[in-house]
């Protein structure tokens, strides 16, 4: 429990909100469950948005039943009109 405990502060320490979901005392009654969710939920959660991201963005992207996203890339040049629409 010790073992859990001070890994789970040095995780809320150093890691982002974004990556360990916890706030204030989030996690400290049971850090081995935060634990659990951060390494087998969020992390690899996080990295299958990133690799995704960075996928379309270089073009390529997923196939859902056959169907492939984004095709031609119009979903790809419609999100940079989107994002320029901002500036």
Excluded: M, Y
């Amino acid at each position: 429990d010790a073992v859990a405990s001070s890994a789970w502060r040095w995780a809320k320490r150093s890691l982002p909100l974004l990556v360990t979901g916890a706030s204030g005392s989030d996690g400290d009654a049971a850090p081995e469950a935060a634990l659990f969710n951060l390494v087998l939920i969020r992390a690899p959660f996080l990295l299958a948005c990133a690799a995704l991201l960075v996928n379309v963005l270089l073009g390529g992207g997923i196939v859902l039943s056959g169907a492939a996203w984004p095709q031609n890339g119009a979903a790809l040049h419609h999100l940079e009109a989107v994002a320029g629409s901002f500036r």
